[in-house]
T-cell receptor, first 113, second 116 residues
Framework: KQEVTQIPAALSVPEGENLVLNCSFTDSAIYNLQWFRQDPGKGLTSLLLIQSSQREQTSGRLNASLDKSSGRSTLYIAASQPGDSATYLCAVRRSSNTGKLIFGQGTTLQVKP | NAGVTQTPKFRVLKTGQSMTLLCAQDMNHEYMYWYRQDPGMGLRLIHYSVGEGTTAKGEVPDGYNVSRLKKQNFLLGLESAAPSQTSVYFC???????????????FGPGTRLLVL
């Protein structure tokens, strides 16, 4: 059974710092992995999607990497800003035909001005 | 283009009452999903649908039923609510990709349900 774990559960950093969020999964047979952002009381917004054949994806100040063999993904946020404060969730998708996602518990990030 | 909408936004039920949560999407997506989110447990898939008229069980289907009579709507029903069903419920939809499978999921704003 696929299990997804995110460590740490919460993180507080000063503005401007570069930071890394971690995601690990137990079954390397994945179709893709996604990182989502969730603001308090809101739904999820997709940030980056990495296909199983890819090593990384970048969008602006965000960079996500994938190492299937070790069951790990990292989300790197450069030059963090207070507006980055949110909960970040990773999710893995095993199958190409149903889209079912297995989510981690999330990391709640606070960026202090 | 409203994306994915959920009705209601918040509801309080007594144990044993029934209710239906409505999810609607105006993006003509084939796939739709219902998740629940509990503190410290991330999101867990309840039921999903790969097209109009189809439904399938997810990780935690017990106590819930769903229907997808129209492509744009996905209904989640609680026949006899229990306190363990207190949660935030999210609906999502996704289009078909080039290979025919689903692509990125788009989420609604959520429904907060409290069962007393």
């Amino acid at each position: 059974k696929q299990e997804v774990t995110q460590i740490p559960a919460a993180l507080s950093v000063p503005e401007g710092e570069n930071l890394v969020l971690n995601c690990s999964f137990t079954d390397s047979a994945i179709y893709n992995l996604q990182w989502f952002r969730q603001d308090p009381g809101k739904g999820l917004t997709s940030l980056l999607l990495i296909q199983s054949s890819q090593r990384e994806q970048t969008s602006g100040r965000l960079n996500a990497s994938l190492d299937k063999s070790s069951g790990r993904s990292t989300l790197y946020i450069a030059a963090s800003q207070p507006g980055d404060s949110a909960t970040y969730l990773c999710a893995v998708r095993r199958s190409s035909n149903t889209g079912k996602l297995i989510f981690g518990q999330g990391t709640t990030l606070q960026v202090k001005p | 283009n409203a994306g994915v909408t959920q009705t209601p936004k918040f509801r309080v039920l007594k144990t044993g009452q029934s209710m239906t949560l409505l999810c609607a999407q105006d993006m003509n997506h084939e796939y739709m999903y219902w998740y629940r989110q509990d503190p410290g447990m991330g999101l867990r898939l309840i039921h999903y649908s790969v097209g109009e008229g189809t439904t399938a069980k997810g990780e935690v289907p017990d106590g819930y039923n769903v229907s997808r009579l129209k492509k744009q709507n996905f209904l989640l029903g609680l026949e006899s609510a229990a306190p363990s069903q207190t949660s935030v419920y999210f609906c999502a939809s996704s289009p078909s990709g080039e290979a025919g499978g689903p692509e990125t999921q788009y989420f609604g704003p959520g429904t907060r349900l409290l069962v007393l």
